[in-house]
């Protein structure tokens, strides 16, 4: 788009305001997005030159455990876009390598801004680093104004008749059906206001390796990136949505919106997918809407419990005697459980960086009560490796399958991974396609396989012991052992 005139830009100049003839500063984060994006939209309405940065935070990047980092490549393509559209439409994107807390005050100082606008960002540490840089800029005499961008509901905007947080989903899920109206997917306005885009000054863009990374086989997998990537990815799934709750839990179908990872970096805006969902209306869409507000739900646990990370929700299961076997654990992540499901499930996360949100709940509840394993080894293992990993919905993932978070499943509710394996990937073509050692094991031993005889297991080729292990637990004497540490945790708890 070329440069527009600000008398035609359409919409009414804030002349008056004595900080417009100043310019600004907009901080993207996880927000890497020029549609729909309310902290770029404020600025560009309150002042005439506004410049752009992204910082690649060593704060965060250096204490990854590999430098082939899917996450970081998908941040990197996403920014190289962001800063493509600005340049197009008169700006650009100012991209720093450092420490956010210091790369930030300093660069505002240098652009000589009077505020800087950035997108609220609810995870502990990032409120930590938030707080640094307010009063950072506060010291050089430059504001600092953030706005809701990553949810529809935040902080105590949804409260419980008793002006509390909630901790039950679906009465906060019924209080968001309530409240939300046609203004809380409003867009916030920026492509009329391009026109107040500063071109920053000349720097290039810092390569992969420049910023401590290499490439992965992100490209390889069917991953789009950027704005564009979230783009054809929803423009995809509407054709499907009607058909959403009937398809959702089947791992080997084409079920889910796979924007996971787009909403997590803010590639596509919440709004206009909440939005669009309950203008569709219809139980796919009624269904995927609910998901969505579970994202906010724990959004909002996040903030009002920031003890959830670590600790758990429910103080009475804080002690469960859980065994930690580092052999069994290791089992678990290298996918060598003997349960078909579960290694299927954890060789897709550990080739693509994805997995099947049903797959998490049933991965997680055999680690927590198959295994007995503590529920924040797996949460750790998840945030080291998905694609989409957010700390508020990942942590409320983990405690409601080990039970001990808000609405979570009781804890003598426990996944069988047979009867999982055969009630969401029937005919195991999902096993087959991530375990091709399992590809002749007939469909009625393939979610059990340890159930063939020794002549049915030479006959297809994988003999238990050799070409798959043995299930590395009795999930009937798991289950009984998990229920009596659960109990004696919750005595405890209540004698002290």
């Not at 640094?132 to 990553?150: C, P, S, Y």
């Not at 203004?183 to 390569?207: K, N, Q, S």
């Not at 990136?225 to 054709?239: I, Q, Y």
């Amino acid at each position: 788009m070329p440069w527009q005139n600000p008398e035609n830009s359409g919409f009414d100049l804030p002349s008056m305001s004595p900080v417009f003839n100043e310019p600004a500063l907009v901080w993207f984060r996880r927000d890497l997005r020029l549609a729909d994006h309310a902290a770029l939209s404020h600025a560009l309405e309150a002042h005439g030159a506004v410049y752009c940065a992204f910082c690649f935070d060593t704060e965060i990047l250096d204490p990854l455990p590999s430098r082939l980092d899917r996450r970081v490549e998908f941040i990197w393509h996403a920014v190289q876009e962001l800063d493509e559209a600005l340049a197009e439409r008169g700006g650009g994107l100012i991209v720093l390598h450092g420490r956010a807390r210091e790369e930030v005050p300093r660069l505002a100082a240098t652009l000589d801004v009077a505020t800087v606008f950035a997108n609220r960002d609810y995870e502990p540490a990032a409120r930590d680093r938030d707080a640094a840089v307010r009063e950072a800029l506060q010291a050089q005499g430059i504001g600092f104004e953030t706005f809701k961008d990553q949810v529809v509901f935040e902080r105590d905007e949804l409260l419980t008749g008793a002006r509390t947080p909630f901790s039950v989903f679906t009465p906060y899920k019924n209080a968001w059906l309530r409240r939300v109206s046609a203004a809380d997917f409003a867009r916030h306005p920026v492509e009329d206001r391009l026109a107040h885009l500063a071109r920053p000054p000349e720097r290039e863009m810092p390569t992969l390796d420049q910023i401590g990374f290499r490439r992965t086989n992100l490209t390889e997998l069917p991953i789009p990136t950027g704005m564009s990537g979230a783009r054809r990815l929803f423009d995809a799934f509407l054709e499907r949505i009607g058909k959403y709750d009937e398809r959702r839990d089947y791992p080997a179908l084409h079920g889910p919106s796979y924007l996971s990872v787009h909403l997590r970096f803010g590639t596509i805006s919440i709004r206009e997918l909440a939005g669009r969902a309950q203008a569709i209306g219809g139980r796919g869409a009624e269904t995927w809407l609910s998901e969505l507000i579970w994202r906010d739900f724990y959004f909002m646990i996040l903030h009002h419990h920031p003890r959830v990370v670590g600790h758990a929700f429910k103080p009475e299961l804080e002690h469960v005697a859980f065994e930690n076997d580092p052999e069994r654990y290791a089992a678990w992540c290298e996918a060598r459980t003997g349960y078909p499901l579960v290694d299927a499930a954890m060789r897709q996360i550990n080739r693509t960086g994805y997995m099947h949100n049903r797959l998490r709940m049933v991965v997680a509840s055999f680690l927590v009560k198959d295994l007995l394993v503590d529920w924040r080894w797996g949460e750790r293992y998840f945030a080291d490796n998905l694609n989409d990993f957010d700390l508020a919905a990942n942590n409320g993932g983990w405690q409601w399958a080990a039970s001990t978070g808000c609405d979570a499943q009781p804890y003598f509710r426990v996944f069988n991974p047979v009867t999982q394996s055969e009630k969401f990937d029937p005919g195991g073509r999902f096993i087959r396609h991530y375990m091709p050692e399992l590809a002749r094991v007939p469909e009625r031993f393939i979610h059990a396989p340890w159930r063939m005889s020794h002549a049915e297991q030479s006959a297809c080729g994988c003999v238990i012991g050799r070409d798959y292990p043995p299930p590395v637990v009795d999930h009937a004497v798991a289950r009984k052992s998990t229920l009596e540490r659960y109990e004696r945790a919750r005595r405890a708890h209540r004698a002290s």
